[in-house]
């Protein structure tokens, strides 16, 4: 089949929740990926980067088929000899006590909302039913229903009400507004470091440091979204380490499952992931030995391969490059690591017909909100490849 009539098939067939590039993906290897009808395309956004180790990573894919071989499911009726060592890998990574395995990156993020609202009761004494978590305007924790409630993007919750209560939205990177939104209801505190989605927004530095001590002055829970910032991504292990900041609750999704597999997971100490008891939460899948497997793999190349460290050295190298690009269609570029947005003037146009223009060019970037190309390569990106991938960049830029 060629691309048109997969497209033509996808469309007709499929709802339109996405509206994706037209390119058919069909193999992929490392930083590179092919479509159906032979082309050749740079990854520049690594499934919103849930590829930090590339794609079809060997090692990964070895630990995959092996585990698939042996045993890939058992529910948490049963252990497994995968789970103990995910958990143990995992907790030593990070330096939390406990964790509690997901599937996708909303469910941990429920999951981190409820075991939140059951510390807050248990502990903090808040009225069965009171608890507050303040998030941040622009978020993006994901797609549920209550999710979504505190969203303040229109288009993702409007038609969805009605809105799960208990919620209270501040503007991002403003700490003093936060802290005038705290009451002795609140419980958590939850933000993404960086905002990927609402367009790469690096809040002002020292933000983070401040909304911690706010967080611990007013016994609040500071939660970190790391779904999309964490695992390298933004040139350290997790984007909150920029503001020497550790949240209460760590949220991961994404790149630990290496692109393979779903895997998510919330990290806390005892004194919060401890309250939970059988029966508290679930999921069939979560913590399944093949997720178990393909995440301690997925875990040990990042460390072993130095993607962190790459990350920082590349993205520094690529930002700078950007940066230098003297062209009137750009308002700002602004980065961390290889989480790199280019937002245009809206007189330049929308953000879609540069990621168009790039694809014609053989690079996959995918616009974020109207205006912002975003660049989110696998983490194992080299410099000639950024080089060249600059010299297409430019050319979009200054032509189109
Ligand atoms: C910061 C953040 N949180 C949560 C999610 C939701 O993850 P998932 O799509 O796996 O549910 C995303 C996805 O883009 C995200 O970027």
Not at 101 to 118: F, Y
Request: a negative charge.
């Amino acid at each position: 089949m060629k691309s048109q009539e997969y497209i033509e098939l996808e469309e007709r067939i499929g709802a339109h929740n996405y509206h994706p590039l037209d390119v058919v993906l069909t193999r992929g290897e490392g930083v590179w990926v092919y479509d159906v009808d032979g082309n050749k395309y740079l990854d520049c956004l690594s499934s919103y980067s849930a590829l930090n180790q590339g794609h079809v990573h060997p090692r990964i894919l070895k630990a995959l088929i092996e585990q698939a071989s042996k045993l890939t499911l058992t529910s948490r009726a049963f252990r497994s000899d995968q789970l103990a060592l995910f958990y143990k890998e995992i907790t030593e990574l990070t330096g939390y006590d406990m964790v509690l395995p997901m599937n996708s990156g909303a469910e941990a993020v429920e999951t981190a909302l409820k075991v939140a609202r059951k510390w807050g009761y248990v502990s903090k004494k808040v009225p069965r039913n009171k608890a507050e978590i303040i998030v941040a305007e622009g978020n993006f924790h994901g797609r549920t229903i209550s999710i979504i409630s505190f969203s303040s993007e229109p288009a993702y919750k409007d038609d969805f009400g009605p809105h799960t209560p208990g919620f209270i939205s501040v503007p991002f990177g403003d700490a003093s507004a936060l802290e005038k939104a705290i009451t002795p209801n609140t419980v958590g505190v939850m933000l993404e470091p960086i905002q990927g989605e609402s367009g790469v927004n690096i809040p002002p530095d020292g933000y983070l440091k401040k909304v911690r001590e706010i967080c611990t002055k007013t016994n609040t829970l500071f939660m970190a979204d790391e779904i999309q910032t964490g695992l390298g991504r933004t040139g350290k292990l997790f984007a909150t380490m920029y503001d020497d900041v550790r949240a209460d609750i760590l949220i991961l999704g994404k790149a630990l499952g290496g692109g393979f597999y779903p895997v998510s997971a919330v990290l806390a100490d005892n004194f919060v992931l401890g309250l939970i008891k059988p029966g508290d939460h679930g999921s069939t899948f979560g913590g399944n030995p093949l997720a178990a497997a393909v995440a301690r793999e997925s875990l040990k190349v990042l460390i072993e391969e130095k993607l962190t460290e790459n990350a920082a050295i590349q993205g520094e190298y690529f930002l700078e490059q950007l940066s230098e690009i003297n062209s009137p269609k750009i308002k700002e570029v602004r980065g961390r690591g290889l989480l790199i947005g280019i937002e245009v003037t809206k007189e330049a146009g929308k953000a879609r017909k540069y990621c168009e223009a790039l694809m014609k060019e053989g690079i996959l970037a995918k616009e974020t909100h109207e205006q912002i190309i975003r660049f989110a390569p696998p983490l194992t990106i080299d410099r000639a490849t950024i080089d060249w991938a600059l010299d297409k960049i430019r050319k979009v830029l200054m032509e189109n």
